[in-house]
């Protein structure tokens, strides 16, 4: 296939965007990485400082490259942000980092117009949304939330334990980072998960194996979209043991979400009113697609897709979202195969779209020797 022109446009240069440029250059495609951020490392820098994958080093490596060291050992935030900046520097392809996009726009060839903060515009043959969601935090609304005088915030604005020292804390949420964060600030002040449902546990290691050896072997990391979203509808912990037990010791209590906020605290769910110190939501995140508003792309905020690929504009792919194509869509170890399919498919739309390109043009030449 010829390489277009115009470049495809990547947003993002995270493990999302660094996936997509290497399957762009496999695909034959000229790649343009736009990074927020001051290096292509997304937005692992800015995560709590202890936070550490629940995937192995073998399963948690993006395509041609594997973490260092002991591939049994679970990487910690740091590590993964080396990894991916040693990662971008083997993928041979234009990264501008500091380059943040505000607003994608159609135009009439086919193609697009991506506008960055800098004030350059820049024609594309096509645009890979891999901004991933850390930049937009779904922190929900209660009652008397405005009022509540304590430290509010949402786990992506979470670093360290220390500084909650002999306070009352909440923790909102039933997933990894909840019980992970709850966990870690336990050790220092006095903690209850609030959660909707008990948290549900999910054994780390399984007959001596971690559990993604499983996941890889049996398929499940496979298994198409509509079938995992009928079997996950629920929070899940992966757990060694230690939460469980922080839980059944007492050193972690959890109890039925609260209704609204006091100035003061929080109104539990059977009435009782209690002072609390801080509330930290781990409440997951959205996708962070607002520059796509001007397109009509998304469905109050989400995109419309199939497998990654826009359902509404020809030349629109995404790439890290949760559940896009598999299990492990929007982690490390599932990106790259992700990235490999919708890359393919956008490959033969340019293709088709220049050799329409060609017709045309043939067509007009011909058109105007007739006419001479």
Known sequence: MTTPSQPVIIVGGGQSGLAAARAALTAGLRPVVLQAGSEPVGSWPDYYDSLTLFSPALYSALPGMRFDGDPDRYPRRDEVTAYLRRYAQTV?????????????????DGGYLVRTDTGDEMAAVGVVAASGSF?????PTLPGQDDYAGDLRHVAHYRRPEVYAGKRVIVVGAGNSAVQVAYEIAG????????REPVRFLPQRLGGRDL??????TGADRLPRRVLTRLVRHATVLDTGVYRDALASGLLSRRDMFTAFTPEG?????????????????????????????LGALDHG??????????????????????QRSFASNTLRGVG???????????AHVSGRQ???????VASHTGSGAQR
């Not at 220092?188 to 959660?195: E, K, N, P, Q, S």
């Not at 995109?303 to 559940?323: A, C, K, N, Q």
């Not at 195969?337 to 490959?347: E, I, R």
Request: aromatic fraction near 8%; hydrophobic fraction near 40%; glycine fraction near 8%.
């Open 92 to 108: 041979d392809v234009d990264i501008r980092t500091r380059t943040r996009v505000t607003a994608v726009h159609p135009r009439r």
């Open 302 to 323: 989400a995109p419309r897709h199939v497998g990654g690929i826009s359902t509404t504009h020809p030349g629109l792919i995404y790439l890290g979202l949760e559940f």
């Open 266 to 294: 929080v109104i539990w769910a059977d009435g009782t009113p209690e002072p609390v110190d801080a509330v930290i939501f781990a409440t997951g995140y959205r996708p962070d697609l607002a520059y796509l508003k001007p």
């Open 337 to 347: 195969p992700d990235a490999a399919h919708v890359m393919t498919a956008f490959a």
């Open 135 to 139: 930049g937009n935090p779904y922190l």
């Open 212 to 217: 993604h050896h499983w996941l890889r072997v």
């Open 188 to 195: 220092h002040a006095r903690v209850t998960l609030a959660t």
């Open 355 to 361: 050799g329409r390109q060609r017709t045309a043009d």
